[in-house]
Nanobody, 115 residues
Framework: QVQLVESGGGLVQAGGSLRLSCSASGSMFSISTMGWYRQAPGKQRELAAVLVRDGSTNYADSVKGRFTISRDNAKNTVFLQMNSLKPEDTAVYYC?????????WGQGTQVTVSS
């Protein structure tokens, strides 16, 4: 029933910015957490940023100060603003949402940062 649709990925030069979005389509849901994970070739999937229901956020050390996670509760949408991008940020970024104890993943969006 729940479908997560991601957008905003692309190719940018080092130092540039991108804004990812992820929306849960359909009816309104009670979302516990929303987050972004990323996976580069040859690497484990890792947490980039997460936003819990009480508004608290957590970021990977590698992105702190550069990435910002936010949400629009009315639209069941989570955003990831990525600034000062580095080549090492290149990865497929996946939206992750927890709804009523169930985990849902987006299809992934490619972010490529060139030097």
């Amino acid at each position: 029933q729940v479908q997560l649709v991601e957008s905003g990925g692309g190719l940018v030069q080092a130092g540039g910015s991108l804004r990812l979005s992820c929306s849960a389509s359909g009816s309104m849901f009670s979302i516990s957490t929303m987050g972004w994970y990323r996976q580069a070739p040859g690497k484990q999937r890792e947490l980039a940023a997460v936003l819990v229901r009480d508004g608290s956020t957590n970021y990977a050390d590698s992105v702190k100060g550069r990435f910002t996670i936010s949400r629009d509760n009315a639209k069941n949408t989570v955003f990831l603003q990525m600034n000062s991008l580095k080549p090492e940020d290149t990865a497929v970024y996946y939206c992750r949402v927890v709804i009523m104890g169930n985990i849902y993943w987006g299809q992934g969006t490619q972010v490529t940062v060139s030097s």
